[in-house]
């Protein structure tokens, strides 16, 4: 799916080298502190390790900052993992996509060509036993030690952080992998359990087939969650839960290739789009995005901002969901400047393996 692939530092199967000597960024020192605080006012002894993780539905992109830091406290630390996850350079300093700027092209052009390409792409006969791999670069700005300052007031909450792999059942019935590097050092393994269908969404490649329409008005319905002869409200937040939920499709689950054109279409469909040459994701990488503006509830803080989607400008392949922030600091406290990442998932590998701890 992706035809942008990160290098790779290691060949598969080398060794994990040894952690670095590092400071955690603020957020995380908390974050594992209040869980430990937790534990002992539980009374619990030690975490349970390599707990199985059912993923839900949708989990872009406040609930997976909760999800994130909830699997992280609690699984096995190894440096012995058969396979080392890929360490990439973290962009510091580098968030901001400072040559960003408005495209004439609009947004209904560029989707329909970002649809078009994806038609085009092919996806080999995929059996139930197989897993889903893809390997991503979260970032949050709370987690960024560079744009936090102690003495100012920042909540508990855990945000996706670094580098991570993950091998997600086929059909949901065998068990996955995660293994993540929040900070560059050691590998953090989790196991992942099986899935359950759910209600209104997919949760693995199977239900992907299965319940996802493969036409615009289909795809247009589903983003919306209209049922039977319901009409779209017009309100805008109706339209940013679509887009919303058409990032989450992207993000979490690979989609063959009628049903991401069928996304595309959908996604052209909703008002207030722009077009953006020059955006930037987590990992660094430069390509020409699609976003809508507002007043986002879960940026509360942050003013207006711009959600995205990132693609390749050569293959129009999708690259990122970021955030984007849109406005000068508000005060001292305020350290993101306009055109600053707020957050990003970037995709850096996305395929079909035979099973887990295998790379393609």
Request: proline residues 8%; contains cysteine; hydrophobic residues 35%.
């Amino acid at each position: 799916m992706n035809d942008n692939p990160s290098p790779r530092d290691e060949p598969a199967g080398a060794g994990v080298p040894a952690a670095v000597e590092r400071e955690l960024p603020p957020g995380r020192h908390r974050v594992l502190r209040e869980q430990l605080m937790r534990e002992i006012e539980s009374g619990g002894g030690t975490p349970v390790v390599r707990p199985a993780w059912r993923r839900p539905a949708f989990v872009w992109p406040a609930v997976a900052a909760v999800l994130t830091a909830t699997v992280v406290v609690g699984a096995a630390v190894t440096q012995q993992a058969a396979l080392p996850l890929t360490t990439h350079a973290d962009g510091s300093g580098d968030r901001r996509p400072a040559e960003a700027r408005r495209s004439d092209e609009s947004a209904a052009e560029l989707l329909e060509r970002v649809a078009e390409a994806a038609g085009k792409r092919s996806l080999p006969k995929v059996r139930d036993d197989q897993f889903v791999y893809t390997e991503r670069e979260d970032y949050h700005w709370k987690m960024d030690s560079e744009k936090n300052d102690m003495p100012c007031p920042m909540t508990l909450e855990g945000y996706p952080y670094g580098l991570r792999e993950v091998w997600w059942s086929v059909d949901g019935q065998h068990n996955g992998l995660s293994r993540e590097r929040p900070d560059g050092g050691e590998v953090v393994e989790i196991s992942i359990g099986t899935q359950l269908p759910v209600k209104n969404g997919v949760n693995f490649f199977r239900e992907v087939e299965d319940e996802l329409p493969t036409d615009a008005d289909g795809m247009y319905r589903y983003l919306y969650g209209l049922k039977g002869d319901e009409r779209a409200s017009g309100a805008k937040s109706a339209h940013r839960r679509a887009f919303d939920k058409a990032s989450a499709l992207l993000a979490e689950q690979l989609l063959p290739p009628k049903t991401e054109a069928a996304l595309y279409r959908a996604l052209a469909r909703i008002p207030g789009l722009t077009v953006y040459e020059g955006s930037v994701d987590a990992a660094g990488r430069t390509g020409i995005s699609v976003g809508l503006e507002g007043d986002w509830p879960e940026d509360r803080g942050h003013g207006p901002t711009r959600h995205e989607l990132l693609f390749d400008t050569r293959t129009l392949a999708f690259l990122a969901g970021d955030t984007v922030k849109l406005d000068p600091p508000a005060d001292s406290c305020d350290t993101l400047e306009a055109g600053d990442l707020v957050l990003s998932v970037a995709i850096l590998e996305r395929a079909v393996v035979d099973r887990t701890s295998e790379r393609p």
